[in-house]
DNA sequence: CCCGTTCTCAACCAGGTGGTTGACAAGATG
DNA sequence: CATCTTGTCAACCACCTGGTTGAGAACGGG
């Protein structure tokens, strides 16, 4: 996705298992490319191509030492979507409880079943 | 992504915005095809196969009610991605938590500031 | 029973994605 | 200076995606 807004960049860049991993493993420390390379059998460019993408999402920042270049998650970007799914989430709960209620307060009411008597009387 | 992994399916399928935006709309109240498809100025062909992905990804359910085919967000899969979020936000929190720890703990220690009297007595 | 409505399936197409290899830039180090 | 290390850029490839159109399935209503 070349799209261009942000939560679209950020949840395409979390749907490849690989870029969950290195974030994953970015949470727990800052490393070089070659380092994150390491465990994943691609070639050092793959994970370059990934980097820029959760780059571009504003997931993960890179800076300069030497010809090194420490990779840093950038957490912050994880709120967007928190509050995105929170949001939809809570209102699809709201639903369902209000449905609950309605359910309940039925039996109080006219009861869906049918009359079979079609000019009855009472006994 | 016809990745196999649940959270890979789940992030893919919200990275579309149209995507979002109809998840956004199920939250409010079910709809048939036609009703989610009328506002996109897209054919109802690309919003089915719209619906396939959110379906394929555990976030929609389809049930058959004559012609009609109404659409029901099903938010339990949400907590998946939230879990998956939660989880490396509050690592990546703990470990700023944890350097300014350090760097409140520093100055009682020793300065990090050099020495600059090489065989230095006190007067 | 035929017709209209609603929706899916199939084939096709432009463009993006993840991977490769090869060349090269930037720096430490002999 | 020559060289090795670390990483990026560029070109290429197979495959997936989101969109289209056309055909047809499923079902209610006249």
Request: glycine fraction near 4%; charge should be negative.
């Given at each position: ?94 639903r369902y409880r ?26």
């Open positions: 996705m070349a799209a261009a807004d942000p939560l679209s960049r950020v949840f395409a860049a979390l749907a490849d298992p690989t870029r969950r991993d290195m974030v994953a493993r970015l949470a727990v420390a800052d490393a070089t490319v070659g380092e994150l390379a390491e465990p994943y059998d691609v070639s050092v460019q793959a994970v370059s191509k990934h980097l820029r993408v959760l780059e571009d999402a504003g997931l993960v920042s890179r800076s300069r030492e030497a010809q090194r270049r420490p990779v840093h998650l950038e957490a912050e970007v994880f709120d967007l979507m928190t509050a995105w799914i929170e949001r939809y989430r809570r209102q699809a709960e709201e209000r449905l609950d209620d309605v359910l309940a307060s039925l039996p109080d009411d006219v009861p869906p079943t049918q009359e079979p008597l079609p000019g009855g009387g009472a006994p």
